[in-house]
């Protein structure tokens, strides 16, 4: 049987970054991290030796680490994740706690738009138990892994819907929308291959420089919305000018970008007028 030290020294050589080489021993032997970094002595059953070599590989190849373990923690939640769905991404909390930073209804009907793994909707679940959580996707396999997710983290509070956009919903109003569509324009020169070679397509890119699916829910917010709702949209960091003005034009207020840690515009909210109730 091989040590660790044998293990980490293997993953060295593929080219694997240190971290990424603990982190995936640590998963195979089903042992903490601090276990690896500690006893680089300790012997690995042969099994889970030959597991760990082949992730190491694949990982080294340019696999996300997210989709190797199978999960990803975000905001305070755990989902499961799989190359049917996008990796949520430490971008999108900064959707996640503008939403929470609403002044909605007690018992606000939220609608999340293009779910994936239904990191968001789960998130707003767990923070607001009393909100009325409806999550959509086109894709079904992407819906898939977000039933399991849901069950998982919050049973019975995220309704989810196979939708093109807002196509087979029932003509219902909500007081907030929520979306972190695709927006990478098709043949972007600065999207990381790794996640162009292993993300779903449907997830990342949008025709018209990216903004296709960003323009069709900022019209359609309009008619989707209670007076006095909001929409949150993310987008890429140079897109902020451009989800403005489509906000504008679609006749919602109080349009604003809000930045990241960065500086970089990453989430634009917008409000249609009137009073919620009204
Ligand atoms: C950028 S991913 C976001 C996933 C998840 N909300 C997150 O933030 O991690 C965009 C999601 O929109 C979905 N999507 C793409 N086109 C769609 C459409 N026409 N209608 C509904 N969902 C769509 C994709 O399948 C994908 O799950």
């Given at each position: 049987?091989?040590?660790?030290?044998?293990?980490?020294?293997?993953?060295?050589?593929?080219?694997?970054?240190?971290?990424?080489?603990?982190?995936?021993?640590?998963?195979?032997?089903?042992?903490?991290?601090?276990?690896?970094?500690?006893?680089p002595e300790r012997q690995v059953?042969?099994?889970?030796?030959?597991?760990?070599?082949?992730?190491?590989?694949?990982?080294?190849?340019?696999?996300?680490?997210?989709?190797?373990?199978?999960?990803?923690?975000?905001?305070?939640?755990?989902?499961?994740?799989?190359?049917?769905?996008?990796?949520?991404?430490?971008?999108?909390?900064?959707?996640?706690?503008?939403?929470?930073?609403?002044?909605?209804?007690?018992?606000?009907?939220?609608?999340?738009?293009?779910?994936?793994?239904?990191?968001?909707?789960?998130?707003?679940?767990?923070?607001?138990?009393?909100?009325?959580?409806?999550?959509?996707d086109v894709s079904s396999r992407?819906?898939?892994?977000?039933?399991?997710?849901?069950?998982?983290?919050?049973?019975?509070?995220?309704?989810?819907?196979?939708?093109?956009?807002?196509?087979?919903?029932?003509?219902?109003?909500?007081?907030?929308?929520?979306?972190?569509p695709p927006y990478v324009a098709?043949?972007?020169?600065?999207?990381?291959?790794?996640?162009?070679?292993?993300?779903?397509?449907?997830?990342?890119?949008?025709?018209?420089?990216?903004?296709?699916?960003?323009?069709?829910?900022?019209?359609?917010?309009?008619?989707?919305?209670?007076?006095?709702?909001?929409?949150?949209?993310?987008?890429?960091?140079?897109?902020?000018?451009?989800?403005?003005?489509?906000?504008?034009?679609?006749?919602?207020?109080?349009?604003?970008?809000?930045?990241?840690?960065?500086?970089?515009?990453?989430?634009?909210?917008?409000?249609?007028?009137?009073?919620?109730?009204?």
């Amino acid at each position: 049987m091989p040590a660790v030290e044998l293990l980490l020294r293997h993953a060295r050589e593929f080219g694997l970054d240190r971290l990424d080489a603990e982190v995936l021993l640590a998963e195979v032997c089903t042992w903490p991290r601090s276990r690896v970094i500690a006893h680089p002595e300790r012997q690995v059953e042969t099994a889970a030796a030959d597991r760990f070599l082949t992730l190491a590989r694949r990982r080294a190849a340019g696999e996300p680490l997210a989709y190797l373990l199978g999960r990803r923690g975000f905001m305070d939640i755990e989902v499961e994740v799989s190359a049917d769905v996008l990796i949520p991404r430490p971008e999108t909390e900064l959707l996640v706690t503008t939403a929470l930073a609403l002044d909605l209804p007690p018992e606000a009907r939220i609608l999340d738009l293009g779910t994936g793994s239904g990191a968001i909707a789960l998130a707003l679940a767990k923070a607001r138990p009393d909100w009325d959580i409806l999550a959509t996707d086109v894709s079904s396999r992407a819906l898939k892994v977000a039933r399991r997710n849901v069950r998982r983290i919050a049973p019975g509070r995220v309704h989810l819907v196979a939708s093109d956009w807002f196509s087979a919903l029932a003509p219902v109003r909500f007081d907030l929308l929520v979306s972190n569509p695709p927006y990478v324009a098709v043949n972007d020169p600065e999207l990381d291959s790794c996640v162009a070679d292993h993300e779903p397509p449907r997830a990342l890119f949008a025709a018209n420089d990216g903004l296709a699916a960003l323009a069709q829910l900022a019209s359609t917010a309009p008619e989707r919305l209670e007076p006095g709702g909001w929409i949150l949209l993310e987008h890429g960091h140079r897109q902020g000018p451009s989800v403005r003005a489509m906000l504008e034009a679609a006749g919602l207020s109080a349009v604003r970008s809000i930045a990241d840690g960065g500086e970089r515009e990453r989430v634009t909210i917008a409000r249609r007028n009137g009073l919620p109730g009204g």
